[in-house]
């Protein structure tokens, strides 16, 4: 069984830098793209940054150029996205999202995260 566990969120003043991670673990799988969202309060949820598998190539939204980057390390399975410049509107729930293959069957599927809460607040 695949499973996308987060970690790093919590509550940080505005200019303030949070670092989020999250591990695919499980066994018998491949990853393709991996991507942080995010969903505010009575808003939809939203891409944040992406990035591809070999090239490492990302985009972002944007609203977070220049102060978001999201990188991954292939070895651990994990993705992680630092986050600079915090601003009380970067506040939400924020959510990996992995395509993933399990070995031995035919088809990606997305995979997502429990999700954790970022703050940006005084």
């Known amino acids: 069984q695949v499973q996308l566990v987060e970690s790093g969120g919590g509550l940080v003043q505005p200019g303030g830098s949070l670092r989020l991670s999250c591990t695919v673990s499980?066994?018998?799988?491949?990853?393709?793209?991996m991507a942080w969202y995010r969903q505010a309060p009575g808003k939809e949820r939203e891409l944040v940054a992406g990035i591809t598998n070999r090239s490492g190539n990302a985009n972002y939204a944007d609203s977070v150029k220049g102060r978001f980057t999201i990188s991954r390390d292939n070895v651990k399975n994990t993705v992680y996205l630092q986050m600079n410049s915090l601003k009380p509107e970067d506040t939400a729930v924020y959510y990996c999202n992995a395509v993933i293959r399990l070995w031995g069957g035919p088809n990606w599927s997305d995979y997502w995260g429990q999700g954790t809460q970022v703050t940006v607040s005084s």
């Open positions: 499980g066994s018998r799988f491949s990853i393709n793209a």
